[in-house]
């Protein structure tokens, strides 16, 4: 069976934060059968007053009912600069779910802050 992937390219766009934890979808809600692997690349620009940006995906059986975000690489951004993430298998993360989306979390250490961020996010179903 042939690998169907799918990139889809963030434009920039402005991130805001404070101190609660702020989910900024990035992509439309996909079906989880055409989604097994996944690995997000970002770039950060402009990051002030003690902004962190974490790449995560939501789930969901119904698009008016997401889950909480689910930490899709390790590493938050503190400070401007690119972060490669490796492929990622979803696969236990999307059992039982119809839908996944991906996006960016932001939140602060104190105060507001805000960034730059643009990337891309690459999925396939195998």
Known sequence: MACNSKTITLLWTTLYGDATASFLPCTPWMRTTDVKNARFTFEVRGLKAGLKVTAKFQTAN???????ST?????????DGYYYGDWEDLTSALDGVQ???????????SGTGFAR???RIEVRDS
């Open 99 to 109: 839908l996944i989306r991906f996006g960016l979390e932001t939140i602060t250490t």
């Open 71 to 79: 930490v899709l690489l390790s590493a938050e951004k503190t400070a």
């Open 117 to 119: 961020a643009s990337g």
């Open 62 to 68: 119904v698009e008016n009912s997401p889950t909480t």
